[in-house]
């Protein structure tokens, strides 16, 4: 037996719920084999669930990408970096090996903080990961930062922030909505570069959200590593999602995950 393989290049919830373990959790879920190379380490204050980051050195990041590289990947994608000199190495790498299926979630703040953990590592995300993405995969806070436009409020802010992105050289642009706009659907927007397509599913009315951006990139990762086409492999990554957060639970007074098995086990309503 044999199966695709897919690297996550992403920082450690010490909580379970988002970052490599939340992508390791769901490429298990769709059949894929995940490694993971440790960029950070995220840990949560027990008295009020504020953050501390913890980076890790770039030689050893390094080392758990040569080892998980030696093997072979089908696909990658990346999570919270760090650092400027961590996102480097990763272009590099992309670069050394010519790889074609990376998905770039550019993860800039933590849930539940509003401000960009480091602002230098927004411009290094923007000029060096962006351009080597086949899909880069913003929420609205970072689709704005990405694209140098004001706060997105509506489908018309997220099409323009779309473009602006588009033309750093991504092939596929994901700006996720989800319920934070004004409609009676979670929204998502597609963009190639030519078209525009509006993804929407059901509303969930739930603040239990933890790891829903994480878990949606490595579902698209999943995908493509296992041969899909980038439409195909993000309308099954929003399916996916939707049934997580439909399922989703909560760990603590603070804060509630999605539930990576709720698409296997309940499937999604249409």
């Not at 509303?203 to 239990?208: E, G, K």
Request: glycine residues 8%; hydrophobic residues 45%.
């Amino acid at each position: 037996m044999t199966m695709k393989k897919a690297m996550t290049v992403a920082g450690s919830d010490s909580s379970g719920g988002a970052g490599l373990q939340a992508d390791l959790k769901t490429f298990q879920e769709l059949g894929v084999y995940g490694m993971s190379a440790l960029t950070t380490i995220v840990t949560m204050d027990p008295k009020d669930w504020s953050h501390n980051v913890f980076p890790q050195p770039v030689d050893v990041l390094e080392a758990q990408m040569e080892t998980i590289l030696s093997v072979g990947i089908d696909a990658m994608k990346t999570g919270m970096l760090g650092s400027v000199e961590i996102i480097e190495l990763v272009a590099r790498k992309i670069d050394e090996l010519k790889l074609d299926k990376v998905v770039i979630d550019p993860v800039m703040v933590c849930k539940g903080e509003d401000e960009v953990l480091h602002p230098e590592t927004a411009v290094a995300l923007r000029e060096l990961l962006v351009p080597r993405a086949t899909v880069v995969t913003p929420n609205l806070f970072e689709a704005a930062q990405l694209a140098g436009t004001m706060p997105i409020k509506t489908i018309d802010d997220m099409k323009k922030a779309a473009i602006n992105i588009h033309a750093l050289g991504a092939k596929f642009v994901l700006i996720k909505g989800g319920n934070k706009l004004d409609h009676d659907k979670a929204i998502d927007l597609l963009y190639d570069g030519n078209n525009f397509e509006i993804l929407e599913s059901e509303r969930v009315d739930t603040t239990y959200t933890h790891g829903a951006g994480c878990s949606s990139s490595a579902a698209i990762a999943a995908e493509l590593a296992q041969g899909k086409p980038v439409r195909e492999a993000i309308y099954l990554a929003k399916d996916y999602i939707t049934a997580a957060i439909k399922h989703s639970w909560k760990l603590n007074d603070f804060v509630g995950p999605v539930m990576h098995g709720a698409y296997r086990k309940y499937g999604v309503e249409k």
